[in-house]
């Protein structure tokens, strides 16, 4: 079970921390990415991070302004969103993936977090 939170109602420019805890399963045998969801739009990959969290890969549109990281020790992933524009506006979700490879697309993740909600205002 994914449980996604920290989302809410900030201005441009500003910052966001998402987490995403993980329970049940082993945590450290899971790919886990960030995706989201604009109203009317399909799931656009934001982020996924390795095993280890050695590795780390992002979507350009947030590339420099997003970073990633997971805890192993708390089963937690995070994504702190830092210069955030009207265009991040979306429900974000947090997504778990027994692919050994880091993928982008929805359907190769197993188990999805039900999303929490990032409205940037100009």
Not at 94 to 100: E, F, L, M, N, R
């Amino acid at each position: 079970q994914l449980q996604a939170s920290g989302g809410g109602l900030v201005q441009a420019g500003g910052s966001l921390r998402l987490s995403c805890a993980v329970s049940g399963g082993t945590f450290n045998a899971y790919v886990m990415a960030w995706f989201r969801q604009a109203p009317g739009k399909e799931h656009e990959f934001v982020a996924a991070i390795s095993l280890s969290g050695g590795r780390i890969y992002y979507a350009d549109s947030v590339k420099g302004r997003f970073t990633m990281s997971r805890d192993n020790a708390k089963n937690t992933v995070y994504l702190q969103m830092n210069s955030l524009k009207p265009e991040d506006t979306a429900a974000y979700y947090c997504a778990a993936s027994t692919k050994v490879a880091m993928p982008t697309t929805p359907t190769m993740y197993n188990y999805w977090g039900q999303g929490t909600q990032v409205t940037v205002s100009s």
